[in-house]
């Protein structure tokens, strides 16, 4: 099993920065692909960024060019750097790691953007 703790969300004004963390524990050896996603209030979950393994990146429209993901490996942590943040940024942001045919997810940061 993967264990994924999220923290840094936050209250920020907009045009402001956050810094996501994720930290992975347990069996952490076969993850593959790690991903943020959000809900915010009324819509339904949807993608935010991934990052594999081999280092390759992807991410939503909304947040190309103002969002990056990354890791630290001597940490077991993924990062998602959001800049230029906007009031529709605001939503409960969650953490998954693809492991074998399983996936986990994190317990979700809430990140608030005010105007």
């Known amino acids: 099993q993967v264990q994924l703790v999220e923290s840094g969300g936050g209250l920020v004004q907009a045009g402001g920065s956050l810094r996501l963390s994720c930290a992975a524990s347990g069996s952490i050896s076969n993850i593959k692909v790690m991903d943020w996603y959000r809900r915010a209030p009324g819509n339904q979950r949807e993608f935010v960024a991934l990052l594999t393994n081999g280092g390759s990146t992807d991410y939503a429209d909304s947040g190309k060019g103002r969002f990056t993901i990354s890791r630290d490996n001597t940490k077991n942590t993924v990062y998602l750097q959001m800049n230029s943040l906007k009031p529709e940024d605001t939503a409960v942001y969650y953490c998954?790691?693809?492991?074998?045919?399983?996936?986990?997810w994190g317990q979700g940061t809430q990140v608030t953007v005010s105007s």
């Open positions: 998954s790691a693809q492991s074998g045919s399983l996936r986990y």
